[in-house]
């Protein structure tokens, strides 16, 4: 199957630094991407769809000037949370479709 | 606008036993998916089976099968002969042909006991 990969698995960063994720398709090409977080024992949340070549769409309620999306190529989306501040950690993941979804494996981001 | 609704936030079952794990959602549309992942303790997202809303048969997939109840918008999953790999939290989860994003449930979270 097809295989979406995330960079860093884990990340810890100082209040008010910036941190980036990067998601890729790793042998397929991905126009569309979406990036969820998922707090604890909780369900997956939508936070945007990133769009290669054009301007993410958000969810309601997202910040985009403090979560940045950046779909470079048909392979890489990242996703910068700007500023971070501890309310900021949680898991986010991506995902890209491909006749299915495919999840990347998570980034686990601890704001200090 | 689609919802997903799972009712059931946590589920145990006893080893090589069979579970049921329920799922309602409601979609405008005439055609759409429906799917059930399963998410183990590493986080990573794992498909476990994808139905149709045009077919009327109900998927299948090894120990694992549902009951697509279309005009009741109801989709269970069932799990046969349950193993302890198949404790995690299971996500419902809805997609319009129309689109390319999903809708989750809140999510159900089995465990199995040996």
């Known amino acids: 199957g097809a295989v979406v990969s995330q960079h860093p698995s884990r990340v810890i960063c100082k209040s008010g630094t910036s941190v980036k994720i990067e998601c890729r398709s790793l042998?397929?090409?991905?126009?569309?991407m979406f990036w969820y977080r998922q707090f604890p024992k909780q369900s997956l949340m939508l936070m945007a769809t990133?769009?290669?070549?054009?301007?993410?769409?958000?969810e309601q309620g997202v910040e985009k000037d403090k979560f940045l999306i950046n779909h470079a190529s048909l392979t890489l989306s990242t996703l910068t949370v700007t500023s971070a501040h501890p309310e900021d950690s949680s898991f986010y993941i991506c995902?890209?479709?491909?006749?299915?979804?495919?999840f990347g494996p998570g980034t686990r981001l601890t704001v200090t | 606008a689609q919802t997903v609704t799972q009712s059931q936030p946590e589920m145990s079952v006893q080893e090589a036993e069979t579970v049921t794990l329920s799922c309602t959602y409601d979609?405008?549309?005439?055609?759409?998916?429906l799917f059930w992942y399963k998410q183990p303790p590493s986080r990573q997202m794992i498909l476990v089976i994808r139905?149709?809303?045009?077919?009327?048969q109900n998927a299948t997939e090894n120990r694992f099968s549902v009951n697509f109840q279309k005009a009741a918008k109801s989709f269970s999953l069932k799990i046969s002969d349950s193993q302890l790999g198949d404790a995690a939290m299971y996500f419902c989860?809805?997609?319009?042909?129309?689109?390319?994003?999903?809708?989750f449930g809140e999510g159900t979270q089995l465990t199995v006991n040996p």
């Open positions: 995902s890209a479709p491909f006749n299915e979804q495919y």
């Open positions: 042998d397929f090409q991905a126009t569309t």
């Open positions: 990133s769009n290669e070549g054009s301007k993410a769409t958000y």
């Open positions: 979609t405008s549309e005439s055609d759409y998916y």
């Open positions: 139905q149709e809303a045009y077919k009327q």
């Open positions: 989860a809805s997609l319009e042909t129309s689109g390319s994003r999903l809708t």
